[in-house]
């Protein structure tokens, strides 16, 4: 097997054209995918990489190195300088690995990261629950052979990609045996009722008229091999497929007012089904959504439809008295529709406290409750199919600095709430923290930080744009 | 000692005069230079135990320590020592000469007293040195907290001994002075102290200096609740005192320049020995010292002394800078044009000065222009209107926020027009307003024979294109992109799409392969293309579209008010160009020394004339320094950190565009060619060149003939690849 690293620095041009960097500096990490691969000499180790191994293989009793213990010690204001059970090698690693965006890779060769006969590769290794949603493993001998064959940067791209979506269903959702994520669309004929300033030019609107009766193409990602197509039929029931429901101008399952009751396209998807979105031409990316359709040859096509199966497969909480307050204010049928994308606003512990916007009218919301060791996420649903129990929980939760520091009272010192995020963690693999006043000073450590205003910039109407969202927040990183 | 002064002046400048042409390496002279200094005024026998003199120093130009610090050392060598000290700075110099103070502060630690104290001693004689005006009593105050070691706190001692730290700084000392195990039980030895005596709240020192920066990338800034005014020189005096396997460490801080609020040190030395010297001897080695330090140290540093004094006591007036013009500009350009008009018109300019009861009868009355219908329409698109605008408002000052205090470290891959300027284009409010003062408005594609319009269009332009012109009219710019899609031998297509064979069917394959993202014309539907949209990196995500719009907002002001005021224009064309480079071909060189792939934009109107020799207009470069690219080139602040209150529209274009770059802000506070690039070269040039651009922004003529800014915007990185390169390199 030739080496993974020659290969790759030997294509460094190439790879590069394709947007694809080869690095030698780990202070190099302002991308999209981060991806370490472990060297051959275990010596040359980067000192990531020697922690991780020293947690995952020889259980992180001890540090790697004292400088990541000190590092820890001295760590700004923070608990760790009185209680010292918190200056371990999995603090280190959960503070550190904000330092890379969340599409985070480590290439590893199985035999050499071994316990008890195991390696992370395997789904039985065990392994801390949160290192094991947050890294996404992959065999040194696969990554390479992945290389060999793709002619180009893009296609290896695409590997990462799809390699990551699995990692999201397998490791963060836990769904085993999928093998395919269908995109079905269903149109309805229905004129689009949404305000455009005449200020822009109609570009949507001529997607419309051009596209709206092609009928409903339905696209495949086959994440065995990477391949993203279009299927001629409609698609139908398959028991290793998860959908995403994209409807034009309606829900996949709607609310009739009249009736008082929910009801659904299709019964026998409902199980399937872990994202439905109600498409509407006030949302930035619906002409991308037909366009990339219409031309999924296209590597920005297949890149676009990555990122939205990645994006339907994170659920979404928000814990912000301003986003709260908003989805409040919607009736049942936009909060049910909004719900069916699994996204939904998180009150801290209840939802008169802490300043947080009170119980939506809507009444659909949940409660992140931090001190219950188990099921701290709670659901309020009004009709199970909307978000089906079994896939109810939160995996990114964006929390406003200003409830924390309220629900910390006098202790809201960074000193504190860094000792909370890490364990907030144990509960929700990916927290941002944002605020509307700047970055304020107390933010606690090893958390990634966003402003209100890309939040509030995802809403649009009634609508919200999960896909700018996540768009965003998988690329931070911090210092 | 009087009688020193004179000669040793003269023996001075004598020196400098027999050493300054030796050919030596600068270290080396300055180390002859010093013994000069010294000789003489120091028994030999003392002067050989002397460790070492340093003034190691921070080359600006290199943007490095220099390894060629010039040390004096008895019983090393040079080199050793140059090595050793390259760590440590003292740093900064203003040519300010008001309130010139000297300071002199004297530390000796005697380490058989631990247990103990440092004692700051007062150097009797100094007082009677006439030119060094001591001000010893300065550091009176925290003599309480220099009674203890300042290792104290445990998160400094453990900055101390932590081995990374040792490991990183071993290769730049002598092997014999930093004995890590030595150390570290000296270390150990005084926190036991430390934890008996407990801490003191106030004197929990923590360092802020560059010096810490460098080794530790920990910023420290309490150390100011102690002594304000010279935390630093006290911080890197005591980190001294504890990292030095010395009796004496004498600290020199000289020729400190007090300006409003921050007192800089122009120099120093440090002077390490295991041997006392009396006060007489000392204040004889001081004063010499100084001259020396005066005559020598600031002629061979001056420049580098000044330029990094600019850089690091202006990073704050800098920032602050940065924010007040911002603000100052989006108060102007939104807040006078846009929210002025917009709060003192009423609905659409037609309910100024009514009342409730007013409003209401011209809502339900027919008029002959506007029935009541379209009027309650229009008030409910109105609204929504302000809607967008407050949320456009809303991100501006998060932006605004975000500029004046920590920039984010993360980009988002965005589209530019799907994005970026779908968001602006949506701002019907702004776009009215922010011209209305010389009878501009928004382009409405609704509207048939609009004047009096502003008209954005957006190319992507073939590099044998770029610089063709001038056109008379955009209408024209663009029917030549359209044709010049592809080369003279139609064998191949410049922007990228092959269409040759749609020919000989009659059917022109540039109308099918162009890459006209937006041309809005007079009348009737835009023309767009949104299938060859393509993918920006921006900082800081929807916030950071802002640094766009405040380019876009700037142009569109200074077109309106310098250009199209003057009259002989029916609209206002803003376009926005973007070199075709499938190749990558053009790179900015970003503050590490690294090459990012970047787009090249050129930003620029229909009315905005260059001067000629047939008309009037504005200097792109000036023989006085009037050009519009003298001001961009110049800095915005004064040395004495004030603001420049002048071209604060170009400035905040800067400030955009440097924002855009990740450019550092002492780089976006430079002058000349760090902002403009080398004029030699133009700034496609300047892309492709072997090391990428430095410039970030620059105006240009425009194919029309007028005025245009042109600039880089990253290309997004999707995958980063860590791979030992060197190991493997190996391996093979």
């Known amino acids: 097997m030739s080496n993974i690293c020659s290969e790759l620095w030997n294509n460094e041009i190439m790879l590069k054209k394709s947007s694809i960097y080869v690095l030698d500096d780990e202070n190099d990490r302002d991308f999209e995918f981060f991806v370490f691969v472990d060297p051959e000499n275990i010596d040359k180790r980067p000192l990531f990489l020697k922690e991780l191994y020293n947690l995952v293989i020889n259980g992180g009793n001890e540090f790697s190195t004292s400088d990541h213990e000190k590092e820890l010690k001295e760590l700004k204001e923070w608990i760790g300088d009185d209680d010292k059970s918190l200056i371990n090698p999995l603090n280190w690693i959960k503070i550190a690995i904000e330092r890379y965006p969340y599409r985070f890779f480590v290439v590893i060769d199985r035999n050499k990261w071994q316990k008890n006969g195991k390696s992370p590769l395997d789904n039985d290794f065990e392994i801390n629950g949160f290192i094991k949603k947050r890294i996404c493993w992959i065999e040194k001998s696969e990554f390479n052979g992945k290389f060999e064959k793709s002619e180009n940067g893009i296609n290896y791209k695409i590997y990462l990609y799809v390699k990551w979506l699995s990692h999201i269903l397998n490791s963060i959702r836990e769904i085993n045996k999928i093998e395919k994520l269908l995109f079905s669309f269903i149109e309805k004929q229905q004129k689009p009722t949404f305000y455009k300033p005449i200020t822009l030019p109609k570009w949507d609107e001529d997607n419309d008229k051009e596209k709206i009766n092609t009928g409903g193409k339905d696209i495949e990602i086959d994440l065995s091999n990477g391949s993203i197509t279009p299927l001629n039929k409609k698609s139908e029931l398959q028991g290793n497929a998860l959908y995403i429901f994209l409807s034009r101008h309606g829900d996949f399952i709607s609310y009739d007012k009249q009736e008082n009751n929910w009801s659904t396209i299709d019964e026998d998807f409902i199980d399937s089904t872990y994202y439905s979105e109600n498409l509407s031409g006030i949302l930035s990316y619906y002409t991308q959504i037909f366009y990339f359709r219409e031309n999924l040859g296209k590597f920005v096509s297949k890149w676009f439809f990555l990122k939205f199966a990645e994006q339907s497969l994170l659920r979404i909480g928000i814990a912000d008295e301003r986003f709260q307050e908003w989805w409040g204010k919607l009736n049942k049928n936009r909060a049910g529709s909004l719900f069916q994308s699994r996204i939904a606003p998180v009150f801290l512990e209840g939802e008169k406290l802490y300043g947080q916007g009170g119980v939506p009218r809507n009444k659909f919301y949940s409660i992140f409750n931090p001190s219950k060791k188990s099921g701290s996420i709670e659901f309020n649903v009004k009709d199970e199919r909307l978000w089906p129990s079994k896939q109810q929980g939160l995996d990114l939760l964006s929390i406003h600095q200003g409830i924390l520091d309220k629900w910390r009272g006098e202790n809201k010192s960074k000193k504190f709430l860094s000792r909370d995020i890490l364990n907030f963690k144990n509960n929700v693999p990916f927290i941002v923290i944002d605020s509307g006043r700047g970055r304020p000073d107390n933010v606690p450590n090893g958390i990634k930080f966003l402003s209100l205003s890309n939040i509030e910039g995802c809403q649009a109407g009634s609508r919200f744009e999960r896909l700018t969202l996540l768009r965003q927040i998988m690329s931070i990183i911090e210092e | ?732």
Request: one cysteine or more; charged letters at 30%.
């Open chain 2, 1 to 732: 000692m009087n009688e020193v002064d004179s000669d040793n002046m003269d023996e001075l400048i004598n020196a400098q005069k027999e050493l300054s042409d030796t050919g030596d390496s600068f270290g080396k002279r300055l180390t002859r230079i010093l013994r000069k200094v010294t000789e003489g005024l120091i028994p030999k026998d003392i002067l050989k135990q002397i460790e070492y003199i340093s003034l190691p120093f921070w080359s600006e130009e290199k943007s490095t320590w220099l390894d060629e610090v010039p040390i004096y050392c008895g019983g090393q060598s040079e080199e050793d020592l140059c090595r050793m000290l390259s760590f440590f700075s003292i740093v900064g110099h203003r040519e300010v000469t008001r309130d010139f103070n000297l300071t002199t502060l004297v530390c000796r630690r005697k380490m058989k007293e631990i247990p103990g104290c440092i004692t700051l001693e007062k150097c009797e004689d100094l007082e009677s040195c006439p030119t060094m005006e001591p001000k010893i009593q300065e550091f009176e105050g925290c003599l309480r907290c220099l009674s203890f070691p300042i290792l104290k706190d445990d998160s400094l001692f453990n900055r101390l001994t932590n081995t990374d730290f040792l490991r990183k700084i071993k290769d730049l000392v002598h092997p014999g002075l930093i004995d890590a195990a030595k150390f570290f039980a000296i270390a150990t030895k005084l926190r036991k102290i430390v934890a008996e005596h407990g801490i003191i709240e106030k004197c929990e020192a923590v360092y802020k200096s560059e010096m810490f920066r460098k080794f530790n990338g920990i910023i420290i800034d309490r150390f100011k609740e102690i002594v304000p005014d010279q935390s630093e020189d006290l911080a890197k005096f005591l980190y001294l005192y504890n990292i030095l396997n010395s009796q004496y460490v004498y600290f020199l801080p000289t020729r400190f320049v007090k300006t409003e609020g921050y007192e800089l040190g122009s120099g120093g030395i440090i002077l390490a020995t295991n041997l006392s010297l009396d006060d007489a001897q000392f204040c004889l080695l001081i004063k010499k010292m100084l001259i020396f330090i005066n005559l020598e140290y600031g002629r061979l540093f001056g420049e580098d002394w000044k330029r990094k004094a600019v850089a690091d006591t202006n990073k704050h007036a800098l920032r602050s800078a940065i924010a007040a013009i911002m603000t100052r500009n989006m108060s102007h350009n939104i807040g006078s044009h846009v929210l002025a008009r917009l709060s003192s018109g009423g609905i659409d300019g037609n309910t100024a000065n009514l009342d409730e009861a007013g409003i209401i009868e011209w809502i339900d009355k027919d008029d002959e222009a506007l029935r009541s219908e379209e009027k309650k329409k229009s008030i409910i698109h109105w609204s929504w209107d302000v809607q967008i605008l407050a949320k456009y408002i809303q991100q501006r000052q998060d932006f605004l926020a975000t500029i004046s205090t920590e920039w984010p470290v993360w980009s988002d891959s965005v589209y530019l027009m799907k994005d970026i300027m779908r968001w602006f284009l949506s701002q019907k409010h702004l776009l009215n307003y922010i011209a209305a003062s010389e009878n501009l408005q928004a382009h409405y594609f609704s509207n048939e024979g609009q004047t009096g319009d502003i008209r954005f269009h957006v190319f992507i332009v073939p590099e044998n294109c770029w610089k063709s012109g001038p056109f008379n009219s955009i209408e024209e710019r663009k029917e030549r992109l359209i044709k010049d899609c592809r080369d003279k031998n139609c064998s191949k297509a410049l922007l990228g799409c092959n269409q040759k064979s749609d020919e000989s069917q009659g059917v022109n394959p540039c109308s099918r392969c162009h890459r006209v993202l937006l041309y809005t014309p007079q009348s009737g539907p835009a023309e767009f293309r949104l299938e060859e949209d393509f993918l920006l990196s921006i900082p800081g995500g929807i916030v950071g579209y802002h640094s766009f719009y405040v380019i876009l907002e700037n142009v569109i002001r200074n077109a309106a008010k310098h250009g199209y005021a003057k009259g002989g224009h029916d609209h206002l064309d803003i376009i926005i160009e973007i070199l075709y480079d499938p190749e990558e071909k053009i790179n900015i060189n970003i503050d590490n020394n690294k090459k990012q792939p970047a787009f090249l934009f050129r930003i620029y109107d229909n009315v905005s004339k260059i001067k000629n020799d047939l008309e009037e207009g504005v200097i792109l470069l000036g023989e006085n320094r009037d050009g519009i690219n003298d001001k961009l080139g110049d800095t915005f602040i004064k040395e004495t950190g004030e603001l420049k209150k002048e071209n604060w529209g170009l400035v905040e274009m800067k400030i955009s565009v440097g924002y855009l770059q990740k450019r550092n802000i002492s780089h976006i506070g430079g002058i000349e060619d760090d902002i403009t690039g080398n004029k030699d070269s133009n700034m496609l040039q300047l892309g492709i060149s072997e090391k990428g651009s430095k410039a970030i922004i620059r105006a240009v003529a425009s194919p029309l003939g007028t005025l245009g800014y042109g600039f880089y915007i990253p290309k997004p990185r999707i995958a980063g690849i860590f791979c030992k390169k060197e190991e493997d390199r190996r391996n093979e």
